[in-house]
């Protein structure tokens, strides 16, 4: 039988005229990714790094956000050759590998994803949902095909590195995280400083110039549409558990005295 996907983000990317706009995954919740697949984002990241979601969350997340036409992607927590089988497994099509500093990097993350000759991904599509459980009669030959590889660049080192790694065969986009490449400047928790931002547009320049969508994640409005209008292709703008966060704190501003207020926001 033919596989029942929605596009990877490389084709949804390549099918678009402008960026594409997307939202972080973190509470592990099905019901709030659900919530957040009917938005009408153009994207969904489900983080594994930092959020609390195993691998059987995953899985769960992937099957309720399949109902929406919005293209879902895993982060995995590492680039790890058994991370990234089992979440490919799980029916991911699109990953994101964090904390890729080098081109040697980047090829791993690549191999770790890919069937041999390219790379030494286990087979086990007959036990998982990746290839409907050996229901679908190409998979092996085409798994290439159902997925994608985003590799993530987060420190000095690669944003010097971003055209090397961006230039991999099968790495098929690169996201900038300014949050910890802000760390390794020595700038811990400045994500918009000036020199960060700049660091970020080099990344971006390097990435454009071995012709590979870039991305970026920019929760503040105005640096957003700044990187959109300096190439990015796809960009995180906002997280479920903020965006819960921030709506409660706005209920709790509407409704209580400001002294109130205050005692609960020092907590």
Known sequence: MPLPLTPTLRDHIAASDRALFGGWICSGSPVVAEIMAGSGLDWLMIDMEHGAVSLETVQVLLQVTAGYPITTIVRVPANDAVWIKQVLDLGAQTIMVPMVSTAAQAAEAVAHASYPPRGH????????????????????????????????IETAEGVE???????????????????????????????????????????????????????????????????????????????????????????????????????????
Do not use: C
């Open 121 to 152: 991904r286990g087979v086990g599509n007959a036990l998982a949902r990746s290839g409907r459980w050996n229901r679908v009669d190409d998979y092996l030959a085409n798994a290439a095909e159902y997925t994608s590889v985003i590799v993530q």
């Open 161 to 267: 590195n971003a055209e090397a790694i961006a230039a991999v065969p099968g790495v098929d986009g690169v996201f900038v995280g300014p949050s910890d490449l802000a760390a390794s400047m020595g700038l811990i928790g400045q994500q918009t400083h000036p020199d960060v931002v700049a660091a970020v547009e080099r990344a971006f320049a390097g990435v454009q110039e071995a012709g590979v969508p870039v991305g970026v994640n920019a929760f503040v409005e105005s640096t957003a549409k700044g990187y959109a209008a300096a190439g990015a292709d796809f960009l995180l703008v906002g997280a479920d558990v903020g965006l819960v966060a921030r709506g409660a704190e706005n209920l709790a501003r509407t409704y209580l005295p400001a002294s109130d207020d205050t005692t609960r926001a020092s907590y």
